[in-house]
C-alpha cells in the first residue's frame, strides 16, 4: 500500500506538468464561438474544433448548411493552430468535398504544417461522423502589430499614387 502523503506528493507534481503544458489561447478571443466553433482540444501547433451547425447557418429550405460558416470555421482552426496574437490570413486554396445540413456536428482538425520566419502554413480537415466534408491549406502571417494598426505605406508611395492619379 502507498502512504497516503507519497500519493499526494505524486498528484501534485502531476498537476505541475499539466499546467505547464496547457495552451493558452492568444488569438481571436472575442470570436462567436457559435458561429465558428468550439475548441475540444488546443496543442502548440494543433487543435480540435467542433462546430455545432444552427438555424442561422442554413442556406435553404432542405437545410443546407452555407459553406462559409465551414470556411469560417476552418480559418478560425487554422488561426488556433498557430496560435499567435497577431496571425492573419493571406491565403488558402479550400475543397468542399461533402454538403453539411443541419443538425450536423462538424469536427475540425488543424495542425502546422510548415513554419519559415512569420509564415505558417495550416493544414485542416473537417468530418461529420466519419465522413470528411472539407479540408484546406491555408497560409498565415504573423505580424508585429494588429493587421489594422500596420502602416502598410509609408507617406512617400501615397504621395506617389496620388500624383499618378492626376
Known sequence: MIPQEQTNEDELELNDYREEEQVIIKTHERINQDLNGEVIKIEHGY??????????????DIGLIHGGFIFSAADYAAMLAVNERNVVLVGSDCQFLSPVKFHDEVNFIARVR???????????EAYVLDIKVFE???????????????????DADIDEREGSLD
Not at 115 to 124: A, D, L, M, S, T
Open 114 to 124: 510548415h513554419k519559415e520566419g512569420k509564415k505558417r502554413n495550416v493544414h485542416v
Open 136 to 154: 484546406g491549406e491555408f497560409k498565415t502571417v504573423i505580424t508585429e502589430k494588429h493587421v489594422l494598426k500596420l502602416k502598410l505605406l509609408d
Open 47 to 60: 487543435v480540435e474544433l467542433r462546430l455545432t451547425t444552427i438555424p442561422e447557418m442554413v442556406a435553404d
